[in-house]
Protein backbone atom coordinates (compact mmCIF):
# COMPACT_ATOMS: atom_id res chain seq x y z
CA UNK A 1 0.00 0.00 0.00
CA UNK A 2 1.52 3.33 -1.31
CA UNK A 3 0.68 6.71 0.81
CA UNK A 4 -1.57 8.96 -1.51
CA UNK A 5 -3.23 12.36 -0.97
CA UNK A 6 -5.78 14.24 -3.73
CA UNK A 7 -6.29 17.87 -3.40
CA UNK A 8 -10.13 18.74 -4.98
CA UNK A 9 -11.89 22.15 -5.51
CA UNK A 10 -15.97 21.84 -4.88
CA UNK A 11 -17.60 24.40 -6.96
CA UNK A 12 -18.34 27.57 -4.71
CA UNK A 13 -21.98 27.42 -5.76
CA UNK A 14 -22.11 24.35 -3.68
CA UNK A 15 -24.14 25.19 -0.32
CA UNK A 16 -21.92 24.97 2.53
CA UNK A 17 -24.59 21.85 3.99
CA UNK A 18 -24.17 20.07 0.51
CA UNK A 19 -20.18 19.73 0.77
CA UNK A 20 -20.64 17.60 3.29
CA UNK A 21 -22.22 15.13 1.12
CA UNK A 22 -19.74 15.50 -1.59
CA UNK A 23 -16.85 15.17 0.71
CA UNK A 24 -18.34 11.85 1.31
CA UNK A 25 -19.42 11.13 -2.19
CA UNK A 26 -15.26 11.56 -3.06
CA UNK A 27 -14.85 9.58 -0.13
CA UNK A 28 -16.84 6.40 -1.01
CA UNK A 29 -15.07 6.27 -4.71
CA UNK A 30 -11.72 5.93 -3.35
CA UNK A 31 -12.61 3.08 -0.66
CA UNK A 32 -14.59 1.96 -3.82
CA UNK A 33 -11.10 2.02 -5.65
CA UNK A 34 -9.35 0.41 -2.28
CA UNK A 35 -8.51 3.31 -0.04
CA UNK A 36 -8.13 2.70 3.22
CA UNK A 37 -6.90 5.01 6.47
CA UNK A 38 -8.85 8.25 5.02
CA UNK A 39 -8.39 11.46 6.45
CA UNK A 40 -10.21 14.44 5.26
CA UNK A 41 -8.82 18.18 6.02
CA UNK A 42 -11.78 20.85 4.87
CA UNK A 43 -9.27 23.96 4.11
CA UNK A 44 -11.94 26.30 3.10
CA UNK A 45 -13.14 28.37 0.36
CA UNK A 46 -10.03 30.69 -1.03
CA UNK A 47 -9.29 32.96 -4.22
CA UNK A 48 -8.38 30.45 -7.46
CA UNK A 49 -4.90 31.46 -9.24
CA UNK A 50 -7.05 31.61 -12.30
CA UNK A 51 -10.77 31.67 -13.06
CA UNK A 52 -12.37 27.93 -13.71
CA UNK A 53 -15.46 27.37 -15.43
CA UNK A 54 -16.53 31.54 -14.67
CA UNK A 55 -15.35 31.28 -10.88
CA UNK A 56 -12.86 32.93 -9.44
CA UNK A 57 -12.67 30.86 -5.96
CA UNK A 58 -13.44 27.32 -4.69
CA UNK A 59 -13.70 25.08 -1.88
CA UNK A 60 -10.06 23.22 -1.12
CA UNK A 61 -10.27 19.75 0.46
CA UNK A 62 -7.34 17.62 0.98
CA UNK A 63 -7.78 13.63 1.81
CA UNK A 64 -4.59 12.05 2.13
CA UNK A 65 -5.82 7.95 2.08
CA UNK A 66 -3.47 4.56 1.20
CA UNK A 67 -3.98 2.75 -1.84
CA UNK A 68 -2.73 0.19 -4.58
CA UNK A 69 -1.71 2.80 -7.80
CA UNK A 70 -3.15 -0.11 -10.50
CA UNK A 71 -6.68 0.70 -8.62
CA UNK A 72 -6.48 4.66 -8.93
CA UNK A 73 -7.63 5.01 -12.55
CA UNK A 74 -11.28 3.58 -11.35
CA UNK A 75 -11.66 6.45 -8.85
CA UNK A 76 -10.15 8.85 -11.16
CA UNK A 77 -12.80 8.00 -13.95
CA UNK A 78 -15.23 8.37 -11.49
CA UNK A 79 -14.10 12.11 -10.44
CA UNK A 80 -13.76 12.88 -13.73
CA UNK A 81 -17.47 12.78 -14.31
CA UNK A 82 -18.39 14.79 -10.68
CA UNK A 83 -19.51 17.73 -12.07
CA UNK A 84 -19.61 19.28 -8.71
CA UNK A 85 -15.58 18.80 -7.77
CA UNK A 86 -14.02 21.31 -10.38
CA UNK A 87 -10.35 20.56 -10.21
CA UNK A 88 -8.54 17.55 -8.87
CA UNK A 89 -4.98 16.21 -8.44
CA UNK A 90 -3.96 12.77 -6.84
CA UNK A 91 -0.30 13.02 -5.67
CA UNK A 92 1.97 10.50 -3.66
CA UNK A 93 3.35 11.06 -0.75
Same mark, same amino acid.
Request: charged fraction near 30%; proline fraction near 0%; avoid cysteine.
Given at each position: MTNYEIMYIINPTVMEDARGAIIE?? @???? &?????? @???? &?????RKLAYPIEKKGTGFYVLTTFKAEGQNLQAAENKLNITEEVMRYMITKN
Open positions: KV @EAIL &TAATAT @ELKT &TKMGE
